[in-house]
T-cell receptor, first 114, second 115 residues
Framework: DSGVTQTPKHLITATGQRVTLRCSPR?????VYWYQQSLDQGLQFLIQ???????AKGNILERFSAQQFPDLHSELNLSSLELGDSALYFC?????????????FGPGTRLTVT | AQSVAQPEDQVNVAEGNPLTVKCTYS??????LFWYVQYPNRGLQFLLK??????LVKGSYGFEAEFNKSQTSFHLKKPSALVSDSALYFC?????????????FGTGTLLAVQP
């Protein structure tokens, strides 16, 4: 158990809908990362937050957004969902950005768009 | 642009034999390199990392990796494979310094250890 929690574990929704994925980092970790894992794209970095502030952006679509709250949990919002958004979404956390600290991954949320 | 290549989709090895999972990278500057393992229906688990110093890095579960700057490689090794090592292995690189340590992953290598 990495100490990173993600809810829900599974999510099935229809095209055009909006969903919110939630992540709680390990106790004491200030940095949260979101990754998408799909058969087409592999593991892709989406976005990073550090202590409530956006720190880095990767291949995140404009339909997707995220935020980190004062209690350090993070939410990833996916809107106008398309079939191609079906993937496993991972959250990870680390204590310090930019210093090559290892990241601890949650179990993931499997999103299926029908 | 930074990238990581894992040239083998799958590696098959008999239990008790040594294993190697290959990784090459392309970065500007000095890289931070990582290996993660993913078991079925689980998140990724950190195995080891190279930042600087000794080219041979030891990690969890008896794994080690050798950093080779001239060949831009960071191969994962284990002297004696176990059936329980069967999993998906990812090599990753992180930008050196700066405000982020986002990970750029390779495509993954499925390790199958036969009893």
């Amino acid at each position: 158990d990495s100490g990173v929690t993600q809810t829900p574990k599974h999510l099935i929704t229809a095209t055009g809908q909006r969903v919110t994925l939630r992540c709680s980092p390990r106790s004491g970790d200030l940095s949260v990362y979101w990754y998408q894992q799909s058969l087409d794209q592999g593991l892709q970095f989406l976005i990073q937050y550090y202590n409530g502030e956006e720190r880095a952006k990767g291949n995140i679509l404009e339909r997707f957004s995220a935020q980190q709250f004062p209690d350090l949990h993070s939410e990833l919002n996916l809107s106008s969902l398309e079939l191609g958004d079906s993937a496993l979404y991972f959250c990870a956390s680390s204590s310090r950005p930019g210093l090559a600290d290892e990241q601890y991954f949650g179990p993931g949320t499997r999103l299926t768009v029908t | 642009a930074q990238s990581v290549a894992q040239p083998e989709d799958q590696v098959n090895v008999a239990e008790g034999n040594p294993l190697t999972v290959k990784c090459t990278y392309s970065v500007s500057g000095n890289p931070y390199l990582f290996w993660y393992v993913q078991y079925p229906n689980r998140g990724l688990q950190f195995l080891l990392k190279y930042i600087t110093g000794d080219n041979l890095v030891k990690g969890s579960y008896g794994f080690e990796a050798e950093f080779n700057k001239s060949q831009t490689s960071f191969h994962l090794k284990k002297p004696s494979a176990l059936v329980s090592d069967s999993a998906l292995y990812f090599c990753a690189v992180s930008p050196n310094g700066g405000a982020t340590n986002k990970l750029i992953f390779g495509t993954g290598t499925l390790l199958a250890v036969q009893p």
